[in-house]
């Protein structure tokens, strides 16, 4: 005998529209900080990336990256999210608090990464290449991107809930 569970998960247009608001008003910050690194035009193109991979319950976690590849990609500035469907309520959380700017090399670079959902990896590479068509990312397994942690701290910001779709958000600063 085996028991199956089943989770019934219901994300609206909706909630995925507020959710990816929240990141981009995050990413409207620190752009403010390294306009260099990360234009209004990149931040449109994910915004667009982000609300398609929330739709399509793609990822557990995405983050972006102030990093410097002439040292192994050694990470000076983050903002990381966290993405579940364990919401129960109204809207929750307001992007776009104050991010301060950090001082970085000039061989510093702006990386977008994701650590895949495990019902993204479930899938068949055709409905993966599907889900990410139009997007930033490649399909699961495909991102060469391996950031270095040395000497940073990590705070806790806002967690942005619409429905049951969550993005817990976390700042990760070299200091």
């Not at 608001?21 to 990336?49: A, F």
């Not at 990410?132 to 991107?145: E, K």
Request: hydrophobic content about 40%.
């Amino acid at each position: 005998m085996s028991v199956v569970h089943s989770i019934d998960l219901t994300v609206t247009h909706n909630d995925v529209l507020y959710v990816s608001q929240q990141i981009q008003r995050d990413l409207l910050k620190m752009s403010e900080c390294y306009p260099h690194l990360l234009s209004y035009k990149r931040i449109t193109e994910l915004n667009i990336g982000i609300s398609t991979l929330l739709i399509n319950d793609a990822v557990h976690t995405i983050g972006f990256s102030i990093h410097d590849p002439a040292d192994r990609d050694l990470v000076y500035h983050e903002l990381r999210y966290t993405i579940s469907y364990t919401g129960v309520g109204p809207r929750g959380g307001v992007g776009g608090a104050t991010i301060t700017k950090l001082y970085i090399p000039a061989t510093a670079r702006f990386s977008a990464w994701v650590r895949w959902s495990s019902s993204m990896r479930a899938l068949p590479v055709a409905k993966q290449k599907q889900v990410v068509a139009g997007t930033t990312w490649g399909v699961p397994g495909s991102s060469t991107f391996t950031a270095r942690y040395e000497g940073t701290t990590t705070t806790q910001r806002s967690t942005y809930m619409a429905g049951a779709l969550v993005a817990e958000a976390e700042e990760i600063r070299r200091f």
